[in-house]
């Protein structure tokens, strides 16, 4: 008997230690579940049995100052598909109607259908026409989120102003990048328990987490006056075949930008669009020369491009040499061609016919280098530079746009004679379309440098303002006196002297032009010019200051005579609109009781011809001469007004002519 028990004890004992050891086992992996590894499986678990479907928020809208909408949100959709509810034999079917209806690969699609995932993302930005194709072929397991697709109602307007769009949403370039985290809102989410088959469990938790809409933009631009510089710079860009023309309207009193054109400029629903001139090309090009090329399609000239401001420039010098009381208006100056400076001999653009005596006045209605150069050496480099940073040169102006350049200004110790006499006539220096605009807007506002303004408000969606971005005043930079005889001096300049095609009747207009040679690699680049002219009206009490810039033009590159239209023509435009009465002078109101005559077209006839023709037309003649001395006999290079434009009896016709070999 004995045998018998101890052989069931070693049974019961073999049998309890095999089960401790399966028990431990199970422990282990218990343990190993539950701890270990639970993270996993509770993903997977919540994966099956929950719907996480985002809830896009509505993006801002973009308005002009006035409330147009510059920049909505159209309706759209995100596709998504719940792979649980396409059964097998249908996941083929499902993939090749959605590639077809879509136009996505098919491949990609059959495994987003076959996922072993909940909600798997299709498309985003689907269009509500494409939605309603699909939504009729009843397909199961197909979800369709409302979202919205940016839309610029009129696709190139104020492109570089409000910039685009990118695939996740988000504003690249201008307003719509800088003002991002404003406009954008913050997305919500909507989870629902669901059972295997993607059903909602009765009973059970749904959360629902709204969106918060993004805020809306109102911008300091005025769509009226947007459409004025649009349309005299897309005419400009034509007629001078120049690589780029830029204008910029600002409000000096404010800092307001009203209006800011460029073109040629790009389609803001449509921003990847192959640039025309690279057609050809494209498919050849790697993926970054393509980036690249249309980078620079997107990039801002009137913040990001530095040119040699050349005359305009003078404006800075002679607000600066006003101001510190080393010239006067009445001072006289006298010119004989070229001046010696440093052992270098700098010359006046009218070197062959010396300006002579003449008042400081008379020398900023002349242009004569001579009298800058003599003013800035009265200044001295310390008390120049002082106003040359003072109005904002060589820093950013803080405009709240994406990519601003900063323009070169010397530092004063590589500042030497040559150099202080170059900068007094606008070389050696950079500068941006946006910084100079700014800078005669202070000369020509009581001397307060603004901040260039962009936006105006934020505002909620019940039209409450949530922010206000008020008109910022930088600094003083010359005293009221000092900016009302700038005013007198610059108008002045625009009826006596060469910013002359920007005269209009009825208006004082006042400014300066400024013809420079373009600068590659710190050379002057033969035929390169960049013509631009900035001014200003009233003159009395300045509403706009507009800038003009014309980049490379193909022919005639003088900014008497291909910027200052381009500047007339905004001026009127928007005086007008802004309701600014034309108030005539007597002698113009004398001019409108005579006779209008067409002008003839002189270009092309000798000099001697053209006068007499001009004076035969009942028109004077002012010839303006940069490059050289002209004979009798030279050819005229071109006038301003053109050809039959209708002006009245006795205008004054602007010729350049050629200089003698
Ligand atoms: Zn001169």
Known sequence: MAGVAKKVRGRVLFLLSGFTILFLLLIVRLFYIQVIDSAEYQQKAMEQWTRDVPVPSKRGVIYDRNGKELATSAPAYEIYVRPVEVKDIDKENVAQTLSEILQMDKADLLMKVSAKKDTQIIKKKVDSDTVKILREKNIKGLIFVDDSKRFYPQSNFASYILGFINYDNQGSDGVEATFEKYLNGFPGRDIKMTDAQGRELPGSDRK??????????????????????????????????????????????????????????????????????????????????????????????????????????????????????????????????????????????????????????????????????????????????????????????????????????????AVGPVELANNAFGQGITVTPIQLVTAVSAIINDGYLMEPRIAKKLVDSEGKTVYDFQPREVRQVISKGTSATMRKILESAVAEGSGRGAYLPGYKVGGKTGTAQKAENGRYVPGKYVASFVGFAPANDPRVTVLVVIDEPSGSYYGGVIATPVAKSIISDTLRYLDVKPQYTEEEAKQLMKGKVVVPEVRNMKLKEAKKLLSESKLKYRLEEEQGEPTEDSLVLDQTPRASAKVDEGSVIIIYAKPKE
């Open 208 to 413: 629902y987490y709204e969106p918060e809409d993004g805020l809306n933009l109102i911008l300091t631009i005025d769509e009226v006056i947007q459409h004025f510089a649009e349309k005299a710079v897309e005419s400009s860009l034509i007629e001078t075949k120049a690589k780029r023309v830029t204008a910029i309207v600002m409000e000096p009193k404010t800092g307001d930008v009203l209006a800011m054109a460029v073109k040629p400029d790009y389609d803001n629903n449509n921003p990847r669009k192959i640039p025309e001139d690279l057609l050809e090309q494209w498919s050849s090009m790697s993926s970054t020369e393509q980036y690249n090329a249309l980078y620079k399609t997107w990039r801002n000239p009137a913040i990001s491009d530095t040119y040699e401001p050349g005359s305009t420039f003078k404006t800075i010098t002679s607000a600066a040499g006003l101001e510190e009381g080393v010239v006067k208006p009445e001072d006289t100056f006298y010119c004989s061609g070229s001046v010696l400076v440093a052992g270098r001999r700098l010359k006046c653009w009218r070197s062959y016919n010396p300006h002579g005596s003449q008042t400081f006045v008379q020398g900023v209605q002349n242009s004569c280098n001579p009298v800058f150069i003599e003013v800035a050496q009265r200044l001295g480099k310390e008390k120049f530079y002082k106003y040359i940073q003072g109005f904002g040169f060589g820093s950013p102006t803080n405009i709240k746009l994406m990519g601003e350049a900063s323009g070169i200004v010397r530092n004063l110790n």
